[in-house]
């Protein structure tokens, strides 16, 4: 699966969100997701909405998926 169809399928699944995602072999991949939608919730809740968006595709054509989820405050500060 192309890194590109995963950022599309994580962006339709969680509103005003913008997710990059990379990878080797694209059996690994790399994601880093950005979202209002994460305020106020822990790592694992924030991982699970992403999966969430990725339903079954989990574990199949994605066989490990490395997450950075942030809200937009803290997407920002970490570019500073």
Do not use: N
């Amino acid at each position: 699966m192309e890194p590109k169809e995963i950022a599309q399928l994580i962006e339709a699944h969680l509103p005003e969100c913008t997710a990059e995602v990379c990878s080797d072999d694209l059996t690994h991949y790399e994601a880093t997701v950005v979202s209002p939608v994460f305020e106020s919730k822990r790592a694992l809740q924030r991982h699970q909405l992403i999966y969430g968006a990725l339903g079954e595709r989990m574990g199949r054509e994605i066989h490990a998926l490395s997450i950075q989820a942030f809200t937009p405050a803290e997407w920002s500060a970490r570019q500073r």
